[in-house]
């Protein structure tokens, strides 16, 4: 292993992430909307959280920069990486078949809107985010660079922390006691413990 190949690695992830995201991202142009919390706040933390797992990791992938963040390579900490990446991966797949129609990059409720509470959703109420701190964690032990590796990190966790009470305040009003008993049940993105 390699820096280079870690680079390579990180953003072959990013890629097939893209992919992934290509026909659910073409499904929910085509779903109508029945309510939504999008705004200019949603958008300064996508925003944020794509410069964090995005445009600041490319740019130290690509250009090497900054250099002065750089710390020397750990090759035991890039296998490590890979293996997030390959559960983050699946998990993101996962919660993309369970969510179906019901996906969206912010936060919408859509016309015919479900409420999900099983496979991945079973434990856990947003998996999705889960696979996105997994991202985020595979970024920091991929690259080593003191401001590309947790970059995603800071960027994630301000759009999570933004977002997720939010979210689920607009899931409690569009499903009720459905989802408030789903909420009792249920960690936020971590089985069990958080
Ligand atoms: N927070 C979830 C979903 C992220 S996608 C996760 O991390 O897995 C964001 C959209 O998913 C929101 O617009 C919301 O309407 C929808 N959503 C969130 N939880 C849901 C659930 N349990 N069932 C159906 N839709 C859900």
């Known amino acids: 292993m390699t820096p ?5 690695i990180w953003a072959a992830f990013g890629i097939a992430w893209f992919l992934l995201r290509w026909q659910p991202r073409r499904q929910a142009r085509k779903t109508p909307v029945r309510q939504s919390a999008r705004g200019p706040r949603e958008v300064a933390l996508l925003v944020v959280s794509l410069s964090g797992l995005g445009i600041i990791p490319a740019f130290y992938v690509a250009a090497h920069l900054p250099r ?8 035991a ?4 990486g890979i293996a997030v990446d390959c559960v983050c991966f699946w998990l993101m797949y996962r919660t993309h078949r369970d969510l179906g129609r019901n996906w969206s990059v912010s936060l919408d409720v859509r016309e015919s809107h479900t409420l999900v509470t099983s496979g991945v959703y079973a434990s856990v109420r947003h998996p999705m985010y889960s696979a996105f701190w997994l991202m985020a964690v595979a970024q920091a032990l991929l690259l ?3 401001i590309a590796g ?3 990190l800071v960027g994630f ?3 999570f922390f933004g977002r997720v009470g939010r979210e689920e305040a607009m899931m409690a009003e569009a499903f009720g006691e459905e989802y408030r008993a789903y909420m009792r049940r249920t960690a936020r993105v971590v089985p069990w413990l958080y």
């Open 150 to 152: 947790p970059a995603g």
């Open 77 to 80: 900490l890039s296998y490590l």
């Open 157 to 159: 966790g301000i759009l």
């Open 4 to 8: 280079t190949l870690a680079k390579i």
């Open 68 to 75: 002065f963040a750089d710390y020397p390579f750990v090759p």
């Open 144 to 146: 080593p660079n003191w």
